[in-house]
């Protein structure tokens, strides 16, 4: 007898005890079975029932395979509330990501941002990455923006004498407001050499060869000349004077559909005649504007929005190019038939840019000259 039975336990209950004792060893295997058949290698029929049973029906969407969801999805609920249930929400839409955590000195302490992997994959999988992030943050947290490629936060400005003032706000859209923001970043690169006829056709072209250039040889106005006439026969001095010509006009930078027919144009926000520097990065080097170089550094970003829903498959320069309307001389994105072009693009070269209303994309682009 195993069991220590009171003084005033029955025959019959002393008989029973002893008959328990007897099967004891044959029982229990077969009691614990009935409290862990469900969970090992359980019946298709039966998976909808456990997920309703153990609360994870909220992260079907997110983990169709119902396999899947049981083994993963009950090691998540452990975990849940912390940065390594979000390392697991997230893959589970097919992403990777860091949390950052706000200060706690800040007024919205709990509100953090998702430094995702990469740029998302498509518009359509910002719900998922924000309904699976919710559902992994604490109850007291909020995600406040999720980015990649492109971030410029907010001012901080509490600790400073600018402390009552407005600069801004983090970048980002809300494509879904409330929700939250997104802000995403890709880079673009060339380097291309304009010939000779592209060169003529923008005039700016100065012979080269080491030949004496004559005044009808010369199509750049006088002011754009880089030093001294006769410093013109030398290559780098053309280079640069053809540089520091075309780095004196408006340009945009223009994206095609498959079509050949423009999407849109975008300002650039630098267009300057270069040298080895520490300003610009493109293709690994870093360069800086000089009265002396010898190419040109052209680069412009989208804006949210900009072209949204179409993918350019080419891009190219429209240097000296201004907005139509004349109401509107600073236009940055100018659509078809919004942009005048004295002369005809140039610097073509192939892109692949699915232009989205949560990615800004620069374009940037080195020019060597023939």
Known sequence: MTTVLPANSTPLEVALDEVDDARLEQLYPGADAIAGWRWVNPQSQ???????????????????NLYDLINEGLRWQRL???????????????????????????RAWADYQIELDRVRDAETDLPRIAGVAALSQPVRSLQRRGYHGWDVPAAETSWTRLGGAILGDDSGVRPDPPGPKWSFGRDHEAALTLSKAELTALGVWI?????????????????????????????????????????????????????????????????????????????????????????????????????????AVSAAILFGAVPSDPIRPGQIWCGPGEITMPYAACAQHAVTIPLGDTVRDRVAVLIDFT
């Open 207 to 311: 012979p080269g060869g080491g030949a004496p250039v004559t005044w009808a040889d010369l199509t750049v106005p006088w002011t754009d000349i880089v030093g001294t006439w006769a410093d013109l026969d030398s290559d780098g001095a053309r280079r640069a004077t053809m540089a520091s010509a075309l780095a004196s006009r408006w340009a945009y930078v223009a994206l095609y559909d498959d079509q050949g027919a423009m999407i849109g144009a975008r300002r650039c926000k630098a267009c300057h005649a270069v040298a080895f520097g520490d300003t610009f990065e493109i293709l690994g080097g870093t360069w800086g504007p000089s009265d002396t170089g010898v190419r040109l550094y052209v680069e412009a970003r989208t804006g949210w929005g900009d072209g949204t829903g179409q993918t």
């Open 46 to 64: 039966l998976l909808p029932w456990l997920v309703w049973e153990s609360g994870l029906g909220a992260l079907s969407p997110y983990v169709p």
């Open 80 to 106: 849940r509330g912390t940065h390594a249930a979000m390392s697991m929400g997230l893959d589970f839409v097919g992403y990777a990501g860091a949390v950052i955590d706000p200060p706690v000195r800040r």
